[in-house]
């Protein structure tokens, strides 16, 4: 018999079901997987030694923003390293609503306005989305898939307008979204705190699940608010779901700000009840305590609805100014008001590239430095940065992490914004940490049903057909790690540290991390999804009509 090209010996094998740890081989013969007995005879041009270790499947990384990372200097490629030292072989971006595709012709600016930012080369449509990272210079190491963002959709086609979309609009985006499905986008993300999706109606949200249920592929979104309102937002995520026939996942699900503190205990039951009523739902969750997003998104939803330029156009008006800081303190119906439900020292700032000795420090601390008002020097930093600045905001409880951790319809991410500057440790420590700190230190978790929930879980959520588990014939994409040992080393002080006890990463049956090392191989690719037939039942799990906003 010719010899294997990777063989994994003397290793615990975790294999993304759920299942206990069970001794075994595994080796790799062109990109696909082969489990063997323990002690196996076969010869291999490469041979990893895992005694003592444990063998999973590759993580699965099912909320990125790495869509955002354009460009090929040091910095940015330490960025793109850190999801893979901790064992992540595929990516999910295209979140919240922001993708970088599909752009028709014409449109190019309008979009890049999305995230106060550009996404480097447009991708006209998912077809060229391969060719997105070579016309950044960059090969992959790991693999990406990608959702289609409605955000994008829409200021393609509406703009920023604060209005709702025509009939011929909805229709338009539709057909959009239906391209890019069939061409293997893997599902449609919403994120309706941003502008342009905030101006969106449930009946338009409806429309476009509508053709992804068609497709058999989830409708993703970031709520509507995940703070005082969250319940409320979470009841028309269902009627979304429900009226469409569509799965539903929960991106990042949170019950931020002191005034949601502990309603978990109600959403979590919430979902529960969904699903045992037909509706096929689950959940996401990074393992921290502060989320992360852009500055803009702490202001009152109508600075940004007409977009970038027309913000910053506005932002220098002392009239504009006091109207912003009156929202703040008395709110607005249907805003979720960070601030107002926190203050401003708890915004700390992770990236301002044009001003980096503000990065790592609360916005209350620099707008005292400054004797400035605080609404006053967030408007003078976006006007300084473009709009382009990413903040911290610490604003939930660990109850509320672990709750949400621990259930059985929740999936692991790093909803990882990789920016440079001090970006959210979560990019690089989401995966080492639920290992070390909530499996091992604290047993919230068993060993085998975190890896499901980093494995087989979101593979299957997500259609990566033949990914996700370690059986014969799936892709060879798997990790060698210490359960002993493994841990992040990601701090808010040092977000790109890498993490500790990951021996091994192999993407598409070739050797990508080697200890400390990163070898020169880069296999990874753009996945198409293919359709799936629209679910009849919930999918995996591990073991009344509203008025449009």
């Known amino acids: 018999m010719a010899p294997l090209d990777l063989l994994v010996t003397g290793g615990a094998v975790v294999d993304g079901t759920g299942s206990s740890a069970r001794d075994a081989d595994v080796g790799v013969r062109d990109g696909r997987l082969l489990v063997l007995p323990p002690g196996s005879r076969h010869t291999a041009e490469a041979v990893i030694d895992a005694a003592g270790l444990v063998?999973?499947?590759?993580?699965?990384?099912?909320?990125?923003?790495?869509?955002?990372?354009?460009?090929?200097?040091?910095?940015?490629?330490?960025?793109?390293?850190?999801?893979?030292?901790?064992g992540v072989t595929t990516e999910i971006c295209g979140n919240c609503g922001i993708s970088p595709f599909p752009v028709p012709a014409g449109r190019e600016e309008t979009v890049g306005h999305l995230a106060a930012t550009t996404f480097g080369p447009p991708a006209r449509t998912f077809a060229s989305f391969g060719d997105f990272a070579a016309a950044q210079g960059v090969a992959r190491r790991n693999h990406l898939a990608a959702l289609v963002g409605h955000g994008t959709l829409r200021?393609?086609?509406?703009?920023?307008?604060?209005?709702?979309?025509?009939?011929?609009?909805v229709q338009r985006m539709c057909r959009m979204l239906d391209e890019a499905l069939a061409a293997g986008a893997a599902g449609l993300s919403t994120g309706l705190i941003y502008s342009p999706g905030v101006n969106a109606g449930t009946d338009e949200v409806i429309a476009l699940a509508r053709v992804t249920a068609a497709h058999g592929k989830p409708y993703v979104t970031h709520l509507r608010d995940e703070m005082s309102r969250v319940e409320s937002a979470l009841e028309e995520a269902l009627e979304i779901a429900a009226a469409a026939g569509a799965a539903l996942q929960v991106s990042h699900h949170k019950t931020a700000g002191r005034r949601s503190w502990g309603a978990t205990v109600r959403t979590l039951a919430?979902?529960?009840?969904?699903?045992?009523?037909?509706?096929?739902?689950?959940?996401?969750?990074?393992?921290?305590?502060?989320?992360?997003?852009?500055?803009?998104?702490?202001?009152?939803?109508?600075?940004?609805?007409d977009g970038v330029p027309a913000m910053l156009a506005a932002l220098g008006e002392p009239p504009v100014r006091d109207r912003i800081?009156?929202?703040?303190?008395?709110?607005?119906?249907?805003?979720?008001?960070?601030?107002?439900?926190?203050?401003?020292?708890?915004?700390?700032?992770?990236?301002?590239?044009a001003n980096p000795a503000a990065e790592g420090r609360t916005i209350a601390d620099l707008a005292e430095a400054r004797g400035a008002d605080p609404v006053d020097y967030v408007c003078d930093l976006l006007?300084?940065?473009?709009?382009?600045?990413?903040?911290?905001?610490?604003?939930?409880?660990?109850?509320?992490?672990?709750?949400?951790?621990?259930?059985?319809?929740?999936?692991?991410?790093?909803?990882?914004?990789?920016?440079?500057?001090?970006?959210?440790?979560?990019w690089a420590g989401s995966f080492a940490r639920v290992l070390g700190h909530y499996v091992r230190d604290v047993a919230l978790l068993s060993l085998p049903e975190a890896v499901h929930k980093m494995t087989?879980?979101?593979?299957?959520?997500?259609?990566?057909?033949?990914?996700?588990?370690l059986a014969d014939g799936y892709a060879a994409d798997l990790v060698v790690l210490d359960p002993d040992e493994v841990a992040?080393?990601?701090?808010?002080?040092?977000?790109?540290?890498?993490?500790?006890?990951?021996?091994?990463?192999?993407?598409?049956?070739?050797?990508?991390v080697d200890g400390d090392r990163i070898t020169d191989a880069r296999p990874g690719r753009v996945l198409a999804v293919p359709d799936r037939a629209p679910a009849s039942r919930p999918a995996d799990r591990a073991p009344a009509s509203r008025p449009a906003p």
Request: proline share 8%; aromatic share 4%.
């Open 325 to 353: 800081r009156t929202d703040l303190a008395a709110g607005l119906p249907g805003w979720e008001n960070t601030v107002g439900n926190g203050g401003w020292d708890l915004i700390r700032v992770a990236s301002a590239p």
């Open 155 to 169: 200021a393609a086609v509406v703009g920023f307008a604060q209005r709702r979309a025509t009939r011929h609009e």
């Open 456 to 469: 087989g879980m979101p593979a299957r959520r997500f259609g990566l057909t033949g990914r996700g588990r």
């Open 55 to 86: 063998v999973t499947p590759g993580f699965i990384d099912v909320h990125t923003h790495s869509d955002l990372l354009a460009g090929a200097d040091e910095q940015r490629e330490t960025l793109r390293l850190a999801p893979l030292r901790q």
């Open 270 to 305: 919430r979902l529960e009840r969904a699903r045992a009523e037909g509706l096929d739902v689950s959940c996401d969750v990074y393992p921290y305590t502060a989320g992360s997003t852009a500055l803009h998104a702490m202001l009152p939803p109508w600075v940004i609805a």
């Open 488 to 512: 992040d080393g990601a701090t808010y002080d040092d977000p790109l540290a890498p993490p500790r006890g990951v021996r091994a990463v192999v993407v598409g049956g070739r050797v990508v």
């Open 383 to 426: 006007a300084a940065e473009a709009g382009n600045v990413t903040i911290l905001s610490h604003s939930m409880r660990e109850d509320d992490v672990r709750r949400v951790l621990a259930s059985p319809l929740a999936m692991l991410c790093s909803d990882g914004v990789p920016k440079p500057g001090r970006p959210h440790p979560r």
